[in-house]
């Protein structure tokens, strides 16, 4: 079953306890800090039904009609089907919201591989594993992540931990930070930090699935971008401000058929090494939209003038291009040297993957000061919407913000209040800094990649090419034939099951 807009709406109408500017809340859905995203998530379940979207939005699996966003990727097809389906919602709303179930669901796959390994270790919870997968596929909630840590010392009652067991569930106290749990249905809970307790039975070292719902939850939300000013001067900031909750468990009861694992410093390490396998592809093609965003508003704002003629010009606009196209190299790659994950799913090649998202995070602050400068200084020194309609002031703004016939005023301040919001403002410096550390920090991004190179492709050929003996580095090394890279590109061909 594939819910509605309206149903997704009656969903999360549930009398969760949210506090924003220090009030609580009567109703998500209808606040103006929370209503532009619970709207456009409301869009995303509607266009699952209306006719000249359904067919990319959703996919048939064994007779029934799931959220493309929500399967289970089977093969290089499937991926493919979830990239345009991204490409559709992000292009109808007009904007970049990450947010939205699609991109947290590849954490519940990363689990599904898993659940060998899980069962071996404690097999009272791997049947919950896929249970918990099937609802995501039959149900449709709004799923995300509670999985950052505020920065506690070890001795903190705050860190997420298992305070009782009862016969119903285990009961946890703690904190987790969480964008859009506060107008989410349910979150995958799990372990960021690297000590979780004391060998095996680390309190601490727990994963599971949360009914936002649940009493004793609290989520307290950070002031929202969107109703500071008008929508008219910072459109971007209020439609796609995509509201982070501390999340406060206070004494709240998990059922034990919500448990994914418990107790276990070895399965916590097993999924936090995996976490990201699948997820990174979502969070990587918002990365090329942005870059989109940045290349569409500076290259307008230069062609009003015709300096997008000059050589100095364009070999800025080539750079923003190369940052563009470096970020679509490597989602396109990832597909197409797609692997076989251990549970038999199709898994972007994770080493392309995982470079991708360190292009796309380490050149971001580089890449949008180089959009601003060439958005040149009018983006910082316009005029509010205010100016543009006083009587008094209104014929000044007409005069000097047209060009020829081509540009009106209106034109030209709709293009330089986009960029303002896109560059210099509060929305625009919360955007870095969620690039940044949305998934994990840079740090992680870099171990993941070290994790995920193939290291011995390079050793080989060096090692062949300056004719070393057989004693360096002994079996250790592969011969350039057998690395891994050759077998790549060797079988990239029988690979490819059915791209479009």
Not at 425 to 449: E, I, N, T, W
Request: charged residues 25%; contains cysteine; aromatic residues 8%.
């Amino acid at each position: 079953m594939i819910r509605t807009g309206d149903d997704y709406r009656d969903s999360i109408r549930d009398g969760r306890e949210v506090f924003v500017n220090g009030e609580k809340l009567r109703d998500v859905t209808t606040h103006p800090m929370f209503r532009p995203l619970v709207d456009i998530r409301a869009k995303i379940y509607d266009m699952a039904h209306a006719p000249e979207t359904a067919g990319i939005m959703t996919v048939k699996r064994d007779g029934d009609t799931q959220a493309i966003g929500n399967a289970l990727p089977f093969t290089q097809a499937d991926w493919w089907a979830k990239r345009r389906a991204t490409d559709l919602v992000l292009d109808t709303v007009g904007g970049i919201v990450t947010r939205v179930g699609d991109e947290t669901a590849g954490e519940m796959w990363s689990l599904y591989d898993a659940k060998d390994a899980l069962h071996g270790l404690d097999p009272q919870f791997s049947g919950n594993i896929a249970n918990h997968i099937a609802a995501l596929t039959q149900t449709d909630p709004f799923h995300v992540s509670a999985n950052t840590d505020p920065k506690l010392g070890q001795g903190s009652e705050m860190r997420l931990h298992v305070v009782r067991e009862t016969d119903a569930g285990i009961v946890v106290r703690g904190a987790k930070y969480e964008t859009a749990a506060a107008y989410a249905n349910q979150a995958f809970t799990k372990p960021t930090i690297s000590d979780w307790g004391n060998g095996e039975g680390g309190e601490y070292a727990l994963g599971f699935i949360c009914d936002l719902s649940a009493p004793g939850l609290k989520f307290i939300c950070r002031t929202g971008f969107a109703g500071r000013a008008s929508a008219e001067d910072y459109p971007l900031s209020n439609r796609f401000d995509e509201i982070d909750t501390l999340v406060i468990f206070d004494d709240v009861l998990i059922p034990w058929e919500n448990v994914l694992f418990y107790r276990s410093v070895k399965a916590a390490m097993i999924v936090r090494a995996t976490l990201h396998r699948y997820s990174a592809f979502a969070f990587l093609q918002r990365s090329l939209k942005f870059a989109d965003m940045m290349i569409g508003a500076a290259l307008l704002n230069l062609r009003q003038s015709g300096l997008d003629r000059l050589q100095p010009v364009q070999e800025k606009l080539a750079q923003l291009a190369c940052y563009r196209e470096g970020i679509n190299a490597h989602l396109s790659a990832a597909l197409a040297m797609a692997e076989r994950s251990p549970g038999g799913l199709m898994m972007p090649n994770q080493s392309l993957l995982y470079t991708g998202r360190v292009l796309a995070g380490s050149q971001l602050a580089q890449m949008m000061h180089l959009a601003r400068e060439l958005c040149g200084g009018q983006v910082s020194l316009t005029p509010d919407i205010a100016s543009f309609k006083a009587p008094e002031t209104a014929p000044w703004l007409d005069k000097v913000y047209a060009l020829d016939d081509e540009w009106i005023a209106e034109d030209r301040r709709k293009l330089l209040a986009f960029a303002r919001d896109l560059l210099n403002s509060d929305h625009a410096g919360h955007r870095l800094s969620f690039q940044l550390f949305a998934q994990s920090p840079p740090y992680a991004h870099l171990a993941s990649v070290y994790r995920n190179f193939d290291w011995d492709g390079p050793i080989a050929f060096v090692k062949e090419a300056a004719g070393l003996s057989e004693r360096v580095m002994g079996d250790k090394t592969l011969t350039c034939a057998d690395s891994p890279t050759s077998r790549w590109f060797s079988s990239a061909p029988q690979a490819v099951e059915t791209t479009t």
